[in-house]
C-alpha cells in the first residue's frame, strides 16, 4: 500500500506561482512512478505530468509544458509540482498519484493510488 498526502493548495492570482507537494508513504514507494493531475469543475480528470522513480524521467501534459515542474526527493519522500505563470483555468483539485511503470502515464485509471487532493483556486 502507498498513501499519498497533497498540501499547499490555496487561492492565488493570475500570473502567481505555487508549489504543490505531495507526501508519499508506504512500502517500496521510492520504487514507484508519481504523477499529478488536477480536475476542474466539472470536467474530467487531466494529466499534468509523471516522474519516474529515479526522477530522471518526466513527462508533461500539454497543459503542464512550459509553465509547470515536476520533481521528487526520495529521501524525504515528497514529491513536487511547481506551477507558475497561473491563469484562472488552472483552477482546480489537484491530486498526486502513484504507478509501478513509466508506460500510458497520462492514463488516470493506470494509476494504482491517489491522494485526497488539494484546491487550488487562481482568481482574475
Known amino acids: 500500500q502507498v498513501q499519498l498526502v497533497e498540501s499547499g493548495g490555496g487561492l492565488v492570482q493570475t500570473g502567481d506561482s505555487l508549489t504543490l507537494s505531495c507526501a508519499f508513504s508506504?512500502?517500496?514507494?521510492?520504487?514507484?512512478?508519481l504523477g499529478w493531475f488536477r480536475q476542474p469543475p466539472g470536467m474530467e480528470r487531466e494529466f499534468l505530468a509523471t516522474?519516474?522513480?529515479?526522477?530522471?524521467?518526466?513527462v508533461y501534459g500539454d497543459s503542464a509544458k512550459g509553465r509547470f515542474v515536476i520533481s521528487r526527493d526520495n529521501v524525504n519522500k515528497i514529491v513536487y509540482l511547481q506551477m507558475t505563470g497561473l491563469k484562472p483555468e488552472d483552477t482546480g483539485v489537484y491530486y498526486c498519484?502513484?504507478?509501478?511503470?513509466?508506460?500510458?502515464?497520462?492514463?488516470?485509471?493506470?494509476?494504482?493510488?491517489w491522494g485526497p487532493g488539494t484546491q487550488v483556486t487562481v482568481s482574475s
Open positions: 498519484a502513484a504507478k509501478i511503470t513509466m508506460q500510458n502515464v497520462g492514463v488516470s485509471s493506470k494509476y494504482d493510488f
Open positions: 508506504g512500502r517500496a514507494v521510492s520504487s514507484y512512478v
Open positions: 516522474v519516474s522513480y529515479h526522477g530522471g524521467s518526466v
